[in-house]
């Protein structure tokens, strides 16, 4: 999943305004708190069928991270 992937889903479902959410934001700064994160959680595993847990997302330190994390437990397995 690409960055600008998790933005839509951050500002069209979980209600965050763009402008803060860049690539280099910490989840703070970009105001990405624990109900952005579940509403994240639950949109990749109903497009993907993949489930990542609230915990997961958080550990990671940017939006670019986040992005990548999502990405890598959404790529297809093989």
Known sequence: MTF???KEILTTKGG???APIAPD???A???IDSMALVV???QVEEGTGVEVSEDVLAQA???AELAELV???AEPRA
């Open 25 to 27: 934001a910490s989840l």
């Open 40 to 42: 994240l959680s639950m």
């Open 61 to 63: 330190a940017t939006v």
């Open 16 to 18: 965050l305004p763009a």
């Open 29 to 31: 700064s970009a105001n």
């Open 71 to 73: 990405g890598r437990y």
């Open 4 to 6: 600008e992937q998790v």
